[in-house]
């Protein structure tokens, strides 16, 4: 419920009590994480304060008022400001002034921008599509080169004047592998075979293509499509080692019945002496098995009599 005009004075005068016993001087921290600390220890304090002329504290005055309010709900706040957009032909939303990427499939599709006090994320039916650390300039473009991997292709001359990826921090191998592939290959060629080589992180972590890389380039196997093949290959082997857990953990979980010796009867041949034909007159199974043998036959006599 909104503030009525004589109480909004009231709740700003507090707000600035807050800000002046909380914050002032203003306190020097690392991150969020050591401003989180220092508020929850700030908190903590206040909770042993008393105010004017109340006997109770303040800690004791909020459980007494949270006994008699109601339940916490069962979902989170989701403390982030929601607001629908409109990525353009740039694969970019905006959001607070400034512009942040998304994958190339939602280029000219309505999204909805979360942005909350430390990252901005873009999502897209439902899902989270994108997230970028939030900027609080102006006219800024915050851009996840992977988000342009796919057009990098098209234009390979990109990969050494666009800003998103010459500023891009990779780990030392790449450039090493970048360096050996225009060595072998040429300037046009290694380069785009060092394209198909950053198309996989697409969907290979940084770490793994970097394992792969170093590999290679002490093998010395300068070429995109044998670091491609041994990356596929990589991942088929983890796959397969999660596969073989898990289907051991399964085989282990399998509870299997003690089987009947009687059972094992029924494999033996049948013979023509009276004492064998005894014994399988007593069995059971057997029984049955005749039992089931002749309603077959009476079916075919009777199918036979009404028959032409």
Aim: proline share 6%.
């Amino acid at each position: 419920m909104p503030a009525t005009p004589t109480e909004k004075p009231r709740v700003e005068n507090r707000v600035r009590d807050v800000q002046r016993r909380w914050a002032t001087p203003v306190p020097r921290v690392t991150g969020y994480a050591d401003l989180n600390a220092h508020l929850l220890r700030q908190y903590l304090a206040e909770r042993e304060r008393t105010c004017g002329d109340n006997a109770l504290s303040v800690g004791a005055r909020f459980e007494h008022d949270r006994a008699a309010a109601l339940t916490i709900p069962a979902r989170a706040f989701d403390p982030c400001v929601i607001q629908p957009g409109l990525a353009d032909k740039y694969q970019t939303v905006r959001f607070d002034r400034n512009s942040y990427s998304v994958p190339r499939r939602w280029a000219f599709r309505t999204v909805s921008v979360k942005g909350y006090i430390d990252r901005v994320d873009v999502v897209g039916e439902g899902t989270t599509v994108a997230t970028h650390l939030r900027s609080y300039a102006s006219g800024q473009k915050v851009l996840d080169p992977l988000h342009f991997l796919g057009t990098l292709e098209k234009k390979p001359a990109a990969l050494d004047h666009a800003p998103v990826y010459r500023d891009w921090q990779l780990p030392a191998t790449f450039a090493e592998l970048r360096l050996a592939l225009d060595a072998r290959l040429g300037s046009r060629a290694g380069a785009r075979h060092y394209i198909r080589v950053l198309q996989l992180l697409a969907s290979h972590p940084v770490e793994r293509l970097e394992a792969v890389v170093a590999g290679c380039l002490s093998r010395g196997e300068l070429d995109a499509t044998i670091i491609i093949a041994a990356t596929r290959q990589i991942t088929c082997d983890n796959a397969m080692s999660l596969s073989d857990n898990a289907m051991s953990l399964a085989l282990a979980a399998v509870t299997v019945r003690p089987t009947g010796l009687a059972q094992f009867d029924r494999l033996l041949p049948r013979c023509s002496t009276q004492g064998d034909a005894d014994v399988r007159r007593d069995d059971p199974a057997v029984t049955q098995e005749q039992s089931e043998a002749t309603e077959v036959a009476d079916d075919a006599h009777r199918v036979g009599e009404v028959g032409p």
